[in-house]
């Protein structure tokens, strides 16, 4: 059974820094692309980024570039997001999502979520 | 970025009736759109990707159409189960977009 579980949400500060982690089991995690999108509450989805089966290869939303970065470790079947400089902007469920094997067929397995709040 | 506009952002329905949702891309994206379905404080669920595919374990109630710049889907029998906001998405180039939402009630 294919899983993804979300951990690493919580409060913080304006311009302070969040690690999320995607931990995946039930299939093979190095053969997939892999996404982050979030939902800010009551709002609709929103991509992130996404990140190739390698880590070679990474896409960003405008609002995010130069303050988060998608990772991932293929050892540890683990998808991460360091978030930089948090913003109220921010505050959202982040979903791990996954995406292609070779061409995308849209997101096919999610988390179940984990929610960050960007408040003082 | 492709804009995706869906239409109607909200319809009531009752249970039996034929329901159709509109998406439209602000640019060609070909066959390159996804449907979601998502119930209050669930995740996504994929029902149909390149525009008309059925995603496996999904009703066949669910079908989508269309290419391009305009996309529908539809629900031809509408169930219980199915009172959901409904979210198309382009994958065609990036960022990923995806459309606002469109929310069936209860009518």
């Known amino acids: 059974e294919v899983q993804l579980v979300e951990s690493g949400g919580g409060l913080v500060q304006p311009g302070g820094s969040l690690r999320l982690s995607c931990a995946a089991s039930g299939f093979t995690f190095s053969s997939y692309w892999m996404s982050w999108v979030r939902q800010a509450p009551g709002k609709g989805l929103e991509w992130v980024a996404n990140i190739k089966q390698d880590g070679s290869e990474k896409y960003y939303v405008d609002s995010v570039k130069g303050r988060f970065t998608i990772s991932r470790d293929n050892a540890k079947n683990s998808l991460y997001l360091q978030m930089n400089s948090l913003r109220a902007e921010d505050t959202a469920v982040y979903y791990c999502a996954r995406d292609a094997l070779t061409v995308t067929k849209g997101f096919d397995y999610w988390g179940q979520g984990t929610l960050v709040t960007v408040s003082s | 970025a492709i804009r995706m506009t869906q239409s109607p952002s909200s319809l009531s329905a009752s249970t039996g009736d034929r329901v159709t949702i509109t998406c439209r891309a602000s640019q060609g994206i070909s066959s390159y759109l996804a449907w979601y379905q998502q119930k209050p404080g669930k995740a996504p669920k994929l029902l149909i990707y390149a525009a008309s595919t059925l995603q496996s374990g999904v009703p066949s109630r669910f079908s989508g159409s269309g290419s391009g710049t305009d996309f529908t889907l539809t629900i031809s029998c509408l169930q219980s189960e199915d009172f959901a906001t409904y979210y198309c998405?382009?994958?065609?180039?990036?960022?990923?977009?995806f459309g606002q939402g469109t929310k069936v009630e209860i009518k």
């Open positions: 998405q382009q994958y065609y180039s990036y960022p990923v977009t």
